[in-house]
């Protein structure tokens, strides 16, 4: 039977794996550009995916957040790029992953504060899972605009 921190891992991992896929077969114009003017970038989402992501783990590791941005997040010069956002969400998605594989099912299921209130480090990882999700079928959106109907997921 898989139990709890095996699940979440699991789920994780994939979501990364499908969100890094979406990024990887965007053309690299859309990274700093807003389809419709008003819209936010594939740079910009990848850059809150990847805040979120770190402020998620800085809960689980009962450390403290920085105050969340207002309004919409947006992704500093530096990684405006395809390749620098790709690179960034990487790094940052095996940051996650390794926290969660060091630690044990007792400690994924432990109750720990949060941005997202009191949960455990389980839920706070499946909130990444949900938030991933979420801003992969923005990525999505951006391909279908441009033409690409494909499903590249694997």
């Given amino acids: 039977m898989v139990n709890t921190k095996e699940k979440v ?3 994780v991992t994939r979501a990364f794996r499908f969100f890094s896929q979406d990024l990887e077969n ?3 114009e859309v990274f700093d550009r807003s389809l419709g003017g008003k819209a936010r970038t594939a740079a910009d989402i990848a850059h809150e995916v ?3 992501n770190e402020r998620l783990c800085r809960d689980m590791q009962r450390q ?3 105050a969340q941005p207002n309004g919409w997040v947006i992704a500093p010069e530096e990684l405006r790029t395809k390749e620098a956002t790709i690179q960034s969400f990487k790094t940052s998605s095996e940051q996650v992953v390794q926290l969660i594989e060091q630690m044990s099912l007792e400690e994924m299921e432990e ?4 941005v997202l209130g009191d949960a455990s480090r389980a839920d706070h990882c499946r909130s990444m899972t949900v938030h991933l999700w979420y801003h992969s079928g923005q990525l999505n959106f951006m391909q279908t605009l441009l033409g690409d109907s494909d ?3 694997s």
């Fill in 151 to 153: 499903i590249h997921w």
């Fill in 50 to 52: 990847r805040i979120t």
């Fill in 26 to 28: 965007l053309p690299a």
């Fill in 64 to 66: 403290p957040s920085e």
């Fill in 111 to 114: 109750i720990v504060p949060g």
């Fill in 9 to 11: 891992l699991n789920s």
